[in-house]
């Protein structure tokens, strides 16, 4: 029986050191999809990959051997050996796997509880799957089923009001650190959502300025303009960096950008002046060295986990409303799957029975010798009476699935077997 999966690995137990060695971009999904999807018994497959997690959601009659077959494939592609991983990795399967999935989906799973983003992840990461037709109907009800469970949890709880960000954490962090922002001078390394998103908390944290360096300079200097602040080119970046308090990174480069040695030239030239650099990018812009520098303290996206706030307690205040919600559309998922397996079963087994009913209506009438009207009297009467007995035995199927508990998969599988369907 083909049961959802997950297969992957998160924030909550792979530091971003392991974590960004998985991190997949959008241009080198597509060759990963069509490489998950031509492992043996893994028949659909999407996959998510942000900052904070590599997973993937397959569909699989075999979800062990799926599960190891993606498992090496992540690994190899990132040149890295499964063995160092595996302790990461977690793998779940069936009412988990979707469980799982939904609250991914609806930000329950996150680093900051509720974010709005995620949601918006996993719709990219389906639709990209969808283009490159590693999908199929099974994942496409799953889908469904996560964004109506989305919006439920959305409409019915305060779970994601307020507004919280991985990068308005960074500047929560970035306050608490150095006891207020009043008048501190600020440069943003890279000028995507998440720099946006900072500049526009560091502003209402109290900072007049925020200065922006960016490899596009046109987009440095659009962002720069919104917040009084100056754009610089991205040489540029140790004449950017030796004026200020704070750096925020947040670019997608694959390499560090913020290296050790200009750090370390930069603090030379100013030596009694502390610098605070907040590394929110996954691939790290910074390199770790850096951390071991003086008067240098570094804090990468794992820093924020210990974040909190009024807008945060309130939505963990909502969380276990939320859990009730997705609790329920869980079990309604699973009944929709099982209740369209029991029918597909069903007919299964009615064609097996009436071809049996042909064979030996036409038996009968040979030997018999009957004529047109007679065979066809002789099959209508006989299709009746299996068209009864069908009704009232499969009608147990539905019961069952139905009640849920124990016994469903066994009993279909019981079914198949003894009416030899698995042929």
Request: aromatic share 6%; glycine share 8%; proline share 1%.
């Amino acid at each position: 029986m083909k049961r959802i999966s997950v297969v992957g690995l998160n924030y909550k137990k792979t530091p971003v050191e392991l974590r960004e060695k998985l991190y997949f971009t959008t241009d080198e999904l597509p060759r990963l999809l069509k490489a998950l999807s031509g492992i043996e018994r893994v028949s659909e497959v999407m996959v998510l990959s942000t900052c904070n997690r590599t997973e993937a959601v397959f569909v699989s009659d075999e979800p062990a051997q799926g599960s190891a077959g993606i498992m090496k494939e992540l690994a190899a592609r990132k040149k890295t050996g499964c063995e160092k991983l595996k302790d990461s990795f977690y793998t779940l399967s069936g009412g988990e796997a979707v469980r799982h999935v939904f609250k991914v989906a609806s930000g329950l799973d996150s680093m900051v509880l509720g974010e709005n983003e995620i949601t918006g992840q996993f719709k990219d990461s389906y639709d990209l799957a969808l283009k490159h037709r590693t999908t199929g109907k099974v994942l496409l009800t799953l889908y469904q089923a996560a964004m109506s469970a989305v919006k439920k949890v959305k409409l019915r709880t305060g779970v994601s009001k307020g507004t919280v960000s991985v990068s308005h954490c960074a500047v929560g962090l970035a306050e608490r650190t150095l006891k207020g922002l009043s008048g501190k001078k600020v440069l943003i390394v890279g000028a995507g959502d998440m720099a946006n998103s900072a500049a526009v908390s560091f502003i209402k944290k109290g900072v007049g300025s925020v200065n922006v360096i960016n490899k596009t300079y046109a987009k440095a200097v659009e962002l720069a303009g919104k917040f009084n602040g100056t754009a610089y080119e991205f040489g540029m970046l140790d004449r950017a960096v030796v004026d200020s308090d704070i750096m925020l990174c947040s670019t997608a480069s694959h390499d560090p950008v913020v290296k050790s040695e200009m750090v370390r030239s930069v603090i030379s030239r100013r030596p009694e002046r502390e610098l605070f650099i907040f590394d929110i990018a996954v691939p790290r812009d910074v390199e770790a060295g850096v951390k071991g520098i003086k008067n240098v303290h570094l804090y990468d996206i794992d820093d924020l986990k210990t974040m909190t706030s009024d807008v945060l307690n309130a939505r963990k205040n909502e969380l276990e409303k939320a859990e009730t919600i997705l609790r329920d559309c869980v079990a309604a998922f699973e009944m929709e799957l099982y209740m369209r397996e029991s029918s597909v079963l069903v007919n299964a087994v009615r064609k097996k029975i009436y071809k049996i009913v042909d064979e030996e209506c036409a038996f009968t009438a040979l030997k018999q010798g009957l004529g047109e009207e007679e065979k066809a009297a002789l099959h209508s009467a006989t299709i009746s009476v299996v068209n009864r007995i069908i009704s009232a035995h499969m009608s147990e199927l539905k019961k069952r699935v139905e009640k849920g508990g124990t016994g469903k998969d066994g009993f279909m599988n019981l079914v198949k077997k003894a009416f030899k369907l698995y042929e």
